[in-house]
């Protein structure tokens, strides 16, 4: 569960950030080039018919306005469009610039009727009537909010009011002055620009209240939590049960490969039934084929935001944290499974009625089944694997074949020296830099780097899950949590403790946050050929 950002309003303007909105938008446009190829067709074969009626228009002019550059030009724009929209596929930003194009180019051709008519006053006429067809089309086509319409209607329609003042003038339309036709022209583009911005709102509010008030199975979904670029999170209730719950939705826009990784995670998730671990209610998929699944809503906040906001833990309540966090842990470790992403904003701690400092340890999407002989460690595909660069174990950056349960025990001792010290193991102005020096650099001590006391006992037991060898470290959570039993201040971090704090500091932080909001640090793709990252 990455960190996904809260959705921003009117942002992404014709497009919403929802799963397939890319998509939809790149569809419902080559509709609209299609819809207007096939009006094309057969209004400029009447138009061909009406001329030839005509016994004032000769042959050759009737050949001449059939294949006007005009025409070409308007088939040219419409095939350019739909072949830009093949080449762009979900990109947003080049979506709607083609958007952009297709409507002024048109009217920008359409313009010309004013001049290329074989009737003058009717090329004015058959111009407004296209400028007016044509948005409104484009709104009930195409997805936009209504100040994209309205702004895209008023440049399609400029090109239009320049021809008709200066057609007027050089060709004599009408027994009318030219500012008069300008002025009709212009009430013909008002109303044009009021009916398609006025349909846009509306179709694009409605399809907005249907996607938030979308069903998943048994899970009505409420309102959208947050947006990222693999996934969409909402709050939802189940039907018949009425609680709240998460749902996370993959986008129709993710790769194969993410796609693969979260019907993964929820299925090696749901094995897991430790207290300590995030429940995981339900899963499937839509009837359009996109992977969901609905997970227990949780209060509370993440450690990273716990430590960015109120600095380092007493070491106390370091331990109680740490200790479930390892029950968790060791229950994936006895099924086989490394978690293999565990940093402070997969961990996340909720202000529960009776225990009040409750763990939960999230995101299993970096899971890996060590009775899977067939997966390669650490590796997600040729010359890359996946981790987050500050909580990386050594042979995990490695890419070694024989990595066990101390890669989290590693992990798990990084995010401790985080909450003691209140900064990362190690920093760096780059992944690769930081890599390296998980691999070879000698942790400094953490109460060298705060201004809180740190018990020796406690510090010793954290160092030693950072050793750079699996072997000098501990060999299970299990052995971890009794060595934090065995601290001085293990029972120091009473109920009475977490119960006073939540009260005091609860508010201040905004408690209800939940858990699919979480990670400030993301999840890497680290490039081993390349030396390079970026985030996942």
């Known amino acids: 569960m990455e960190r996904l950002p809260h959705e921003e309003t009117g942002r992404s303007g014709s497009l919403d950030t929802t799963q397939g909105g890319s998509r939809f938008f790149r569809e419902r446009l080559v509709l609209m080039c299609k819809v207007i190829a096939c009006i094309d067709v057969g209004y400029f074969a009447l138009f061909t018919l009406a001329l030839r009626l005509d016994s004032k228009v000769g042959y050759f002019a009737l050949l001449r306005e059939s294949f006007s550059l005009e025409t070409l030009g308007e088939y040219l724009l419409l095939g350019g469009v739909v072949v830009g929209c093949r080449i762009a596929g979900n990109s947003r930003r080049v979506l709607r610039v083609l958007d952009l194009i297709l409507l002024v ?194 209060d509370g906040l993440d450690l990273e935001g716990l430590v960015s906001r109120t600095g380092p833990l007493p070491p106390a309540r370091v331990i ?106 190690f920093s760096g102005g780059s992944a690769v830099e930081v890599l390296s020096q998980h691999l070879l650099a000698t942790p400094v001590p953490p109460s060298e780097r705060t201004a809180r006391a740190v018990p020796e006992d406690l510090e010793a037991v954290v160092l030693r899950c950072l050793a750079k060898e699996p072997a000098a470290r501990y060999a299970t959570a299990r052995d971890l949590c009794a060595a934090l039993d065995a601290c001085v201040d293990a029972r120091l971090w009473s109920e009475e403790h977490a119960t006073a704090w939540w009260s005091e500091h609860g508010p201040l932080l905004s408690v209800e946050r939940p858990a699919s909001e979480l990670g400030a640090a993301p999840t890497m793709v680290i490039d081993l050929q390349h030396r390079g990252s970026a985030a996942a």
Not at 121 to 135: I, K, R
Not at 373 to 399: C, D, Q, W
């Open 320 to 425: 109680h944290v740490l200790r479930q966090a390892c029950g968790a842990l060791e229950e994936a470790h006895r099924f086989g499974l490394l978690h293999r992403d565990i940093k402070p904003s997969n961990i996340f701690l909720c202000p529960r009625r009776g225990p009040a400092d409750v763990v939960k340890v999230l995101d299993f999407g970096l899971v890996k089944d060590l009775t899977d002989k067939g997966e390669r460690s650490g590796i997600t595909h040729e010359n890359s694997f996946l981790g987050t660069p500050l909580y990386m174990s050594p042979e995990l950056v490695a890419a070694r074949t024989d990595i066990d349960a101390r890669s989290d025990i590693y992990a798990l001792g990084a995010v401790a020296y985080y909450l003691l010290a209140g900064v990362p193991l």
């Open 105 to 298: 180019g048109l009217g920008c051709l359409w313009s010309s009727w004013c001049f290329m008519h074989p009737y003058p006053a009717l090329g004015a006429y058959e111009m407004v009537l296209a400028l007016v067809a044509a948005p409104v089309l484009r709104a009930v086509l195409v997805p936009s909010s209504g100040v994209r319409t309205f702004a895209l209607t008023l440049l399609a329609c400029v090109p239009g009011l320049v021809a008709s003042f200066i057609a007027s003038r050089v060709r004599h339309l009408t027994m009318m002055t030219p500012a008069t036709l300008t002025v009709l022209v212009s009430n013909w583009c008002a109303i044009s620009i009021v009916f398609s911005t006025v349909a846009s709102s509306v179709i694009y509010g409605l399809r907005s209240e249907v996607r938030q008030a979308r069903r998943l199975g048994q899970y009505t979904l409420l309102a959208k939590i947050g947006e990222g670029g693999m996934g969409v999170v909402y709050q939802a209730r189940h039907a018949l049960l009425r609680r709240r719950t998460v749902v996370k939705v993959v986008s129709e826009d993710a790769s194969p490969e993410a796609v693969d990784r979260f019907e993964r995670e929820v299925q090696l998730t749901s094995q897991l039934t430790h207290p300590n671990t995030i429940a995981v209610y339900d899963f499937g998929r839509t009837d359009d084929g996109c992977f969901y699944y609905a997970m227990e809503y949780l």
